[in-house]
């Protein structure tokens, strides 16, 4: 599956690597101004490429990957506003921009999806569809409305600082109005629409400054270095990819080294088998009904796999490895064995924060004792419902998820969180636990 991911991104760089050389020779004025392939028809011709190419680096096949600043919707963006040319005055129509636009990106996104996850038109048309809605509203707003007094053309009439001040406002609005569509277009099943809403806005509002800066920069740059503006101010995006990309690489393989480690407690026989895939499929649909951001689900996700680590070098093994019968001074040496493996690796140090307070008592927060994370108590409340309904001691399994909800109510506000048990009964009651995607699909990370 790697293979075809890395010829998608070659062809990528050599997509960027032709349109920066095209623009070079135009700029140079081997290329003629004139005629079918000069002019506005370069100037497409080179946005196309761009467009195309940028969006090709994009990962559309995966839930939920790293948000970075997308290049071909960023040449999206910068092409409803550009103006002029060294040469003469820009004369492009909506259809010709949205046209561009939307042939770019939905065919970058074609071609960057690697084929096991083919056909993605659908998906890749949900990811685009929103900047390409954008585009061809700011396209008509700043071209067409107003007839022959467009607001473009007014704008070229002012000083350059005014024209720039105002289509980076406008722009950047323009990218807050588009959270909440990107936000409903792509939320998935088990989110809730004011999580994936408020998520959206929030990354809109901190990275859109960037690709509506740079959209502006290269309009107001058109003028004066002609074609070669496009590639040149984009370049500073690409070496962003690529960097993003290998963090993307360096998640994955942290990833599955959690999911390895998780493992390691049940090929011991410490623990039941499944245990941790169920606590931490519940623990991630609890802590999204109570409204926590994609990070920390992500963190919860992760500290509930590893939360029996402990067990491992534990000194008295625990019936079936259902802590929540084990004595509180052994519930707590797990506990703590555990958070310090996970804090060795170096990377896992806010999963480990929430391993280690995942055996403390709720009142112990009440009491202002010590302060539990939220993921801790989540942590606690998946797992004893995975303890009463699968263990094999004392009693256990209960088996019916009711008398589990039950036993459970009888520690509320002593040793659960009255919150989360309530995310629980509304969890288990909306059915969402059992039709969630298992966590280590790529759809959940």
Not at 37 to 42: C, Q, V
Not at 73 to 84: E, H, K, S
Not at 203 to 225: D, F, N, R
Not at 404 to 416: M, Q, S
Request: neutral net charge; charged residues 20%; glycine residues 8%.
């Amino acid at each position: 599956m790697r293979t075809p991911r890395r010829f998608s991104v070659l062809l990528a760089r050599l997509l960027f690597a032709l349109a920066s050389v095209v623009a070079l020779i135009s700029a140079s004025g081997a290329w003629p101004a004139e005629g079918p392939w000069g002019g506005e028809a370069l100037l497409l011709l080179l946005f196309f490429s761009t467009i195309l190419s940028g969006s090709t680096m994009q990962r559309y096949d995966r839930g939920r990957s790293t948000r970075t600043v997308d290049v071909g919707a960023t040449a999206a963006l910068a092409l409803t506003a550009v103006f002029a040319l060294p040469s003469h005055a820009v004369d492009l129509s909506t259809s010709q921009i949205v046209a561009v636009v939307a042939l770019g990106l939905v065919g970058g996104g074609i071609i960057g999806t690697p084929a096991p996850h083919r056909p993605a038109l659908a998906l890749v048309l949900r990811r685009t569809l929103p900047r390409i809605l954008t585009v061809a509203v700011l396209s008509f707003f700043l071209r067409d409305l107003g007839g022959s007094h467009a607001l473009l053309e007014v704008l070229q009439t002012g000083s350059a600082k005014i024209t720039a001040l105002l289509l980076l406002a406008l722009l950047y609005v323009a990218l807050v109005v588009e959270a909440p569509v990107r936000a409903e277009l792509n939320r998935r099943p088990d989110e809730t629409r004011r999580v994936a809403h408020v998520a959206e806005l929030g990354e809109s509002l901190s990275l859109g400054i960037i690709p509506a800066s740079t959209a502006v920069l290269v309009a107001m740059a058109q003028p004066v270095l002609g074609l070669p503006a496009l590639p040149l101010l984009l370049l500073p995006l690409v070496f962003n990819q690529v960097a993003v990309r290998r963090h993307e690489e360096m998640r994955e393989h942290s990833h599955q080294s959690v999911v390895a480690l998780s493992r390691m407690p049940e090929a011991l026989g410490v623990v039941r088998a499944g245990h941790a895939a169920r606590v931490s499929r519940l623990a991630g649909d609890l802590a999204r009904e109570l409204g926590l951001g994609r990070r920390e689900v992500l963190e919860v996700e992760r500290a509930a796999l590893l939360h029996d680590l402990g067990q491992v070098r534990s000194a008295r093994a625990v019936p079936s490895g259902a802590t929540v019968l084990a004595a509180p001074a052994d519930q707590q040496d797990i506990a703590q064995t555990g958070a310090d493996i996970a804090r060795r690796t170096g990377v896992l140090d806010a999963e480990a924060d929430v391993m280690q307070a995942q055996a403390s008592p709720y009142h112990h927060h009440v009491s202002h004792a010590h302060a539990l994370p939220l993921g801790s108590r989540i942590l606690k409340v998946a797992n004893a419902y995975d303890d009463l309904l699968t263990g094999e001691s004392a009693g256990l399994p209960l088996d019916d998820p009711e008398a589990v909800l039950e036993r459970i109510y009888l520690g509320l506000g002593h040793e659960y969180d009255p919150r989360v048990v309530d995310a629980l009964d509304r969890v288990l009651h909306d059915g969402v636990s059992a039709t969630g995607a298992a966590v280590g699909d790529d759809s959940r990370t």
